[in-house]
């Protein structure tokens, strides 16, 4: 287990869908920015894409008009919505929440422990 709790990964069928979320148990922090990361068997881990504060986001040029990230800050997730998915999207993925509590200028780093997406052909 890692210090966010995933779920939503397993399997699809290419051009299927996922809905990957990470949630951050408490409430007293805010969420700053966050990301989405992939390791396929093999590769080195991956940013896929990320959003910062003010909703402004990044994807990698292999993930655009396909993933979407989003959040819900009253539930302290995040999620990565997966479309038309292709089999190169096989990975495991992991999200980073960076966290700011009251009173700590440091800004925390939460992973979540990675969940398995396998895509078929």
């Known amino acids: 287990q890692g210090q966010l709790e995933e779920s939503g990964g397993g399997l699809a069928q290419a051009g299927g869908s996922l809905r990957l979320s990470c949630a951050a148990s408490?409430?007293?922090?805010?969420?700053?920015?966050m990301a989405w990361y992939r390791q396929a068997p093999g590769s080195e881990r991956e940013l896929v894409g990320s959003?910062?504060?003010?909703?402004?986001?990044n994807y990698a040029d292999s993930v655009k008009g396909r993933l979407t990230i989003s959040r819900d800050n009253v539930k302290n997730t995040v999620y990565l919505q997966m479309d038309s998915l292709k089999p190169e999207d096989t990975a495991v993925y992991y999200c980073?929440?960076?966290?700011?509590?009251?009173?700590?200028?440091?800004?925390?780093?939460?992973w979540g422990q990675g969940m398995q997406v396998t895509v078929s052909s």
């Open positions: 408490g409430s007293i922090f805010s969420i700053v920015d």
């Open positions: 980073l929440l960076r966290l700011r509590f009251p009173h700590v200028s440091d800004l925390y780093n939460a």
């Open positions: 959003m910062t504060s003010d909703g402004s986001t």
